[in-house]
């Protein structure tokens, strides 16, 4: 069973898109996402830092959820269903990340629990309208915006990306085996 021509245009589409392009949108799109958290809990809290899983400024969540829409929107042209990902593709990213780092952590870094429309504490209706809302507004002006910037500074970001990618590693591995430690140690 061979490809047909629409779906050998897709797959040329998202393979044009160079890794260093990618790796520039995770990174701009995971510190956008600290920052997002920063700012709304120092107006909900009062307090800039919320602390996340890793301890440098980036919230991989926000890096991988806007990756999936990208590749999404270069093979969907419907804008019903664009809508439909942009509150379903983060919603389940929330989700997935919550569970995991509770698994991985036994810890919460949030909990809607006491949300009226909730799933496990993970997710809830309020919050996967936000990010619903938030993603079209990305889709649709953030991302152009953030595309141009990457063409202008592509030659920088050969040598610029590689060396926060390792940053990036670094602090994951070290942040992996603290935590993971601490939490061992809890359990005894």
């Not at 890096?63 to 419907?78: D, N, Y």
């Amino acid at each position: 069973m061979g490809l047909s021509i629409s779906d050998k245009d897709i797959l040329e589409r998202l393979i044009n898109l160079e890794l260093n392009e990618w790796l520039f949108y995770f990174f701009v799109y995971s510190l956008c996402g600290f920052l997002l958290e920063n700012v709304y809990s120092w107006f909900t809290t009062g307090v800039f830092w919320k602390e996340g899983y890793l301890k440098g400024p980036f919230k991989p969540m926000y890096g991988f959820a806007p990756l999936f829409l990208l590749m999404l929107s270069e093979v969907v042209q419907s804008k019903p269903i664009l809508w439909l990902a942009c509150l379903l593709i983060p919603t389940v990213v929330e989700y997935v990340s919550g569970l995991l780092l509770h698994k991985l952590f036994g810890r919460r870094w949030w909990d809607y629990s006491d949300s009226r429309i909730q799933l496990d504490g993970y997710i809830c209706l309020r919050f996967s309208l936000y990010w619903g809302v938030l993603s079209y507004v990305f889709l649709q002006f953030i991302h152009p915006v953030v595309e141009g910037i990457y063409d202008g500074m592509a030659g920088l970001w050969t040598i610029a990306g590689p060396i926060l990618l390792l940053l990036f590693m670094i602090d994951m591995l070290l942040t992996y085996w603290i935590r993971r430690k601490a939490w061992k140690q809890e359990l005894i």
